[in-house]
C-alpha cells in the first residue's frame, strides 16, 4: 500500500487570524530594537544538518523491528555510519493505541517485540539502548493534533492506530508533556519529527470526522492559505514541545523537527522553533517534485543556520528517478541536499539498496560540504528556469559550486571567477567532487552540464575580498530577526509540480509556500538585481524596510557597506533611515534615503563585538513594502 496515494481534502478553517506588523509585537515591544543577542534556534544538538536514516518512505506505517535495525545494520556495515549518519527514525506506523485509564501511549508489540522484554508496558527502551550501543540516535515520530497523518490520508488500515475514537487519539495535542517524557525521559529516544495533519485535517465537515472515525478539531492551518491559519497557535504548540524537551533532556542532546510543509509562513519562523524545519510538502520520488522541493529552500539560506537548518524532506533516493537505473538524478538529488545544508536523511530499504546508490550517499566530499563547520547554505549565483549556479563558503575559504541543470537538453554553461567572488585575473583551481579530476581556469571555464546533471566542485582562488567575507559569502552568521514581510505572500518561484499524491486532480498546483519577499543574498527581496541609484551591487543583502539583521562576528574588525532603498522600490517618496549596533549598542546610521539617492557608506570599527545588528526603519508603510539594499556588507579583519 503507498499512502502517499490519497486526494487532499477540501479545508474549512474556523480558525483565523490577521498577521501583526513585525515592527510592533503583540506586547508593544518594538522588534527592530537591537538586543545584543543570537535569537536563531539554539536548543538541542543541531550544530551541523542532520544525517541518517528515516522509516516512511521505504516502509509508509508498515515499519517493524527488523526492518529498522536491518537498515541500521546495513549502514554500520558499508561504513555509512562512520560518514556520519547516525539518526535512526522511526516514522508513523509504530503505536498502536492511547490507553484512556492513564493516557499512556501503548507500542504495537507485535512489530517492535524488544518492547516486550520489560516488565510492564511494552517499551522502546531495549530498542533505544541497542541502537545507542550500536552508535546510533535515535528519533520517533508523533503529531501537533489528536490524530496523525496516515489517520487522515491512508486508504487501508496498515499499522494505524486501533480502539475506540479515544483510543485512536495517539498525536501530542491535549498530552504534549506526557509524550515528551514518555518519549525522552523513559524510551531515551533522541529527536522528534512532529507533524502537523492533525491539526489541518480533521475539520468538523471532513469526511472521517462526519463518519464517526476520528473528533473533530478546528483546522489552525490551511496550507493553501496563510491568512486562514492561525500561526500563534501554532507556535504555542510547538513552545509548549520546547519547554519539555528541555525539561526532560537537562543535557541538551536532542533534535526536533518541524514538519508543517511550508504552511503558516513557518519558512519565517522555523528557524527560531526546531532543529530543522519542513519548507514544502513531502517529496516523491519524481524528477519534478524533487525540483518543488529543492525551489522552496534554496533561496532561504538566510533561513538556515548552525542549531536550525532548512528541510526540504529526505531524501528519496533508491525509487522511481532516483533508482539504480537513474543515476544522474540520484546524484542531482544528493548533490543538491548537501549543498544546501539540508537534512541527508535516507529514505530507502537500505537492506536492498544496490551498491551504486549507496556509493551516492557515501561520497565523503559531498558530505564534508554539507556537513562543513562554517555553516553556510549555497547561495544562487546564477539564476534561470532551467540552469542554476549554486555557491557556499567553506570553514577553510574554499567554495563549493554546483552547476545544475533542471532541464532535458545539454547546456553549455560558462562559469566564471566572479559567481565564485574570486579574482579573475587570478587562477581558480577546481576538484571535481564526483570523479575526483583537477582542473584550473582563469577568469572563465566552459563547461557542458547533461539534462538533469549537477557538477559540483570544490573551489580554491583569490578572494575579491581579500581582507574578509562579505555577508552574503557567510548566510550561516546572518540572522534576519525581522525581515519586514508584514503580508506573506506565496512565493512564485517555486517550480509547480504534479504532486503524485493527487495526479491531475482538482486545479493544480498554485504557489503555496509563503517566503516571496525574505532576504535575499545578493538580490532584492523579489530576485531582482541590487541597485541603489543606478549603482548596481553585486554582492550585498536584499531586504526589506522596517527589518533587523544579526550577524555574528568571529574575529573581524569592521563593518562596512553602501547602503540605500533599492531602485525596484514601488514608493520613492518612504524614507528609510539605516542604524547599526553593536552587541545593542548603537554604533553607526544615515540620514533619511529616499529611492534615487546614492548609496550612503555605513562603516563602524566592530573589534570585540560578538553581535552586530543591522536595522532599516521606515515610519509609516502604509502602501507597498520597501526594498532596501545593504550594498557589498561585508565583515574585514
Not at 464517526?212 to 492551518?221: K, M, N, V
Not at 559550486?401 to 567572488?421: M, Q, S, W, Y
Request: charged content about 20%; overall charge neutral; hydrophobic content about 40%.
Amino acid at each position: 500500500m503507498t499512502l502517499r496515494h490519497y486526494i487532499l481534502p477540501a479545508i474549512a478553517l474556523c480558525a483565523s487570524t490577521s498577521l501583526q506588523a513585525q515592527t510592533v509585537a503583540a506586547d508593544g515591544v518594538d522588534a527592530l530594537a537591537p538586543t545584543g543577542r543570537w535569537s536563531a534556534y539554539q536548543m538541542g544538538s543541531a550544530q551541523l544538518p542532520p544525517m541518517g536514516w528515516n522509516s516512511w518512505n521505504a516502509f509508509f506505517t508498515e515499519i517493524d523491528e527488523d526492518k529498522l535495525l536491518g537498515s541500521a545494520r546495513r549502514i554500520l556495515d558499508t561504513g555509512l555510519a562512520k560518514k556520519g549518519y547516525r539518526f535512526i527514525n522511526i516514522d508513523d506506523g509504530w503505536w498502536l493505541k492511547r490507553r484512556t485509564s492513564d493516557n499512556k501511549l501503548i507500542i504495537r508489540a507485535d512489530k517492535f517485540p524488544s518492547s516486550r522484554t520489560v516488565k510492564g508496558d511494552p517499551s522502546f527502551r531495549p530498542l533505544t539502548d541497542k541502537l545507542h550501543a550500536m552508535g546510533f540516535k535515535a528519533g520517533i515520530y508523533s503529531d501537533l493534533g489528536r490524530n496523525s497523518c496516515s489517520q487522515a490520508y491512508s486508504d487501508g488500515p496498515a499499522q494505524l492506530p486501533e480502539g475506540t475514537v479515544a483510543e485512536r487519539e495517539v498525536g501530542l495535542y491535549g498530552h504534549s508533556d506526557q509524550d515528551i517524557r514518555l518519549y525522552f525521559a523513559d524510551w531515551g529516544f533522541d529527536a522528534i519529527k512532529v507533524d502537523g495533519c492533525g491539526i489541518r485535517a480533521f475539520a468538523a465537515d471532513a469526511d472521517r470526522v462526519r463518519n464517526g472515525q476520528f473528533r473533530a478539531l478546528p483546522p489552525l492551518i490551511d496550507q493553501h492559505s496563510i491568512t486562514r491559519s492561525d500561526i500563534p497557535a501554532v507556535k504555542a504548540l510547538f513552545a509548549d514541545i520546547n519547554q519539555s524537551l528541555v525539561k526532560y533532556n537537562p543535557d541538551g542532546d536532542y533534535m526536533l523537527s518541524l514538519c508543517i510543509w511550508g504552511s503558516a509562513n513557518v519558512r519565517s519562523w522555523g528557524k527560531d522553533v526546531g532543529s530543522i524545519s519542513r519548507t514544502s510538502d513531502d517529496i516523491s520520488p519524481d524528477w519534478g517534485r524533487m525540483l518543488t522541493n529543492y525551489d522552496s529552500a534554496v533561496r532561504r539560506a538566510f533561513y538556515a543556520h548552525p542549531g536550525s537548518w532548512n528541510d526540504p524532506d529526505m531524501l528519496f533516493i533508491g525509487k522511481g528517478d532516483f533508482d539504480a537505473d537513474h543515476l544522474t538524478e540520484a546524484r542531482s538529488h544528493f548533490a543538491l541536499w548537501a549543498m544546501m545544508n539540508a537534512p541527508l536523511l535516507i529514505g530507502a530499504d537500505l537492506r536492498a539498496t544496490p551498491q551504486p546508490l549507496l556509493d551516492i550517499f557515501g561520497n565523503t566530499e559531498l558530505i564534508a560540504l554539507n556537513q562543513d563547520a562554517a555553516g553556510n547554505q549555497a547561495t544562487v549565483a546564477f539564476d534561470s528556469d532551467g540552469f542554476q549556479i549554486l555557491v557556499k563558503t567553506l570553514a577553510n575559504s574554499d567554495k563549493a559550486v554546483a552547476l545544475f541543470n533542471r532541464g532535458l537538453a545539454p547546456v553549455d554553461a560558462v562559469l566564471t571567477a566572479e559567481h565564485l567572488k574570486f579574482r579573475a585575473d587570478r587562477p581558480v583551481a577546481l576538484s571535481n567532487l564526483w570523479t575526483g579530476a583537477k582542473s584550473a581556469f582563469t577568469r572563465e571555464m566552459k563547461l557542458q552540464v547533461q539534462p538533469r546533471e549537477t557538477l559540483v566542485f570544490r573551489a580554491k582562488g583569490v578572494h575579491v575580498l581579500a581582507e574578509g567575507l562579505y555577508l552574503s559569502e557567510q548566510p550561516g552568521a546572518v540572522n534576519p530577526a525581522v525581515d519586514g514581510v508584514t503580508q506573506p505572500e506565496p512565493d512564485p518561484s517555486i517550480y509547480r509540480s504534479i504532486p503524485g499524491w493527487r495526479g491531475t486532480r482538482g486545479i493544480g498546483e498554485r504557489p503555496l509556500y509563503a517566503g516571496w519577499g525574505g532576504a535575499m543574498a545578493d538580490a532584492t527581496p523579489y530576485n531582482q538585481a541590487l541597485v541603489v541609484a543606478g549603482r548596481t551591487f553585486s554582492s550585498g543583502i536584499g531586504i526589506l524596510a522596517n527589518s533587523r539583521l544579526e550577524v555574528r562576528n568571529k574575529g573581524f574588525a569592521r563593518f562596512t557597506a553602501s547602503v540605500g532603498v533599492d531602485d525596484s522600490a514601488l514608493d520613492g517618496d518612504q524614507p528609510v533611515r539605516f542604524f547599526l549596533y553593536g552587541d545593542g549598542k548603537a554604533i553607526a546610521s544615515t540620514p533619511p534615503l529616499r529611492r534615487g539617492a546614492p548609496a550612503r557608506p555605513l562603516e563602524a570599527d566592530v573589534k570585540g563585538v560578538a553581535i552586530i545588528e543591522l536595522v532599516a526603519r521606515a515610519d509609516d508603510v502604509t502602501k507597498n513594502a520597501v526594498p532596501v539594499t545593504w550594498g557589498d556588507a561585508a565583515l574585514r579583519r
